[in-house]
């Protein structure tokens, strides 16, 4: 941003464009926007000062918007700041806004640090998709995916890499997770991360590694709050990995059963989900006014218990449930599958499908029992 000065020392300037500016404003004294009008003589940068104070400059803004921020260090851990000697705790700030007072007070401790957003309840329930992929022409088709199936979100931040800021139900927690892209059949440095409960996500200053700015085209946390972002529901969020799994292999997320949006385990209620069918891989006949898969059959199989697994883990959890959603599954393959060879007739299909069923979902229980993808409910 450049400014022009009525004063010898004009005081700094906030480094991101699109803020609107006046005479009166308390971060220059003097000073005007820049125009075709103006002398060059006049014109100052204000881009890379030496001790830019970004958390005193964006902090409070944030605040009233309803963000949970707070300072967070320029280095490589990206840990939250020192204030007075002692680390700033976020995770006392996830039930309830940081108060003005204690903004006020990590201003002046430590104002020259970044600013990190906490994603939690107080936040509005939001949840950050953090896209670290190399390069414009991998990333690009990502984003648009996830702007087309997730919503128009206004939160795009850009660091070295992009990040989409999103807000989910409250009834329904969100796992955190991290998908490594695949290449020849090894997991890449490239990932796609979902930053949900507890996770954090630099908004304001100064890459620890190119010492650029984080910048936002679109609008920033300081100009809207949460509510803004678009709500997103675990059909969504589903459909999305799904779509970049088509587009680009994500390491072993076909094998991954269990949602990430979790809540409280309830009854079954008899509703069984069933997934959509966008991409019918295999090969397919005319029978009648329909198609029949003739070639890809097993991998079918596989492919839609996974889906009717991971779409339906709360109803698969009692026996009920699993059979309302074997029965569904069942159903699927009956009509889709053609009979000929080792798939003869309904009870060889059927015999097939039951037994990749139970080993798919027998493969998401061990995970429930273990705790380590506890059904569990959100903090009000």
Sequence with gaps: MSVASEESKPVSVFPVEGLPY????????????????????????????????????????????????????????????????????PSQYRDKLPSAEEIAFWSSKAGLSNVAVQFCPASGYTFAIDIDVEGERNTTPIIRLALEILGETPFHRWGRRPALIYRREPEHALRSASYRFEDNGNPSADQIEILSDGKALTCF????????????????????????????????????????????????????????????????????????????????????????LVDGRQE?????????????????????????????????????????????????????????????????RPAWSSGACRLRRSRP
């Design 22 to 89: 006046a005479f009166a404003h308390p971060l220059f004294k003097g000073a005007r926007l820049v125009t075709e009008g103006t002398s060059s003589e006049t014109v100052r940068s204000r881009w890379h000062e030496l001790h830019e104070p970004h958390f005193r400059w964006w902090a409070q803004r944030c605040l009233e918007q309803g963000w949970s921020v707070f300072p967070q260090a320029r280095d490589g851990k990206r840990r939250p700041a020192l204030v007075a000697g002692h680390s700033v705790r």
């Design 300 to 364: 079918f199989l596989f492919r839609r218990a996974f889906a009717y697994v991971r779409l339906n883990a709360d109803a698969i959890r009692s026996e009920e449930g699993s059979r309302a959603v074997f029965a569904r599954y069942l159903d699927e393959a009956l009509r889709s599958m053609a009979r000929s060879g080792r798939w003869h007739s309904d009870e060889a299909i059927r015999r097939e499908a039951d037994s990749i069923f139970r080993r798919t979902r027998d493969t998401a």
């Design 205 to 292: 200053g100064e890459h620890y590694k190119t010492g650029q700015y984080f910048t936002w085209p679109v609008k920033h946390i300081a100009e809207a709050g949460p509510q803004a972002a678009p709500l997103v529901t675990a059909e969504q969020l589903r459909q999305f990995l799904d779509a970049v799994d088509q587009r680009r292999p994500l390491a072993g997320y076909r094998t991954r059963t269990v949602s990430h949006f979790t809540s409280e385990a309830v009854e079954f209620d008899g509703e069984v989900i069933t997934p959509p069918r966008r991409l019918e891989i295999g090969v397919w006949e005319r029978d009648g006014l329909g198609k029949k």
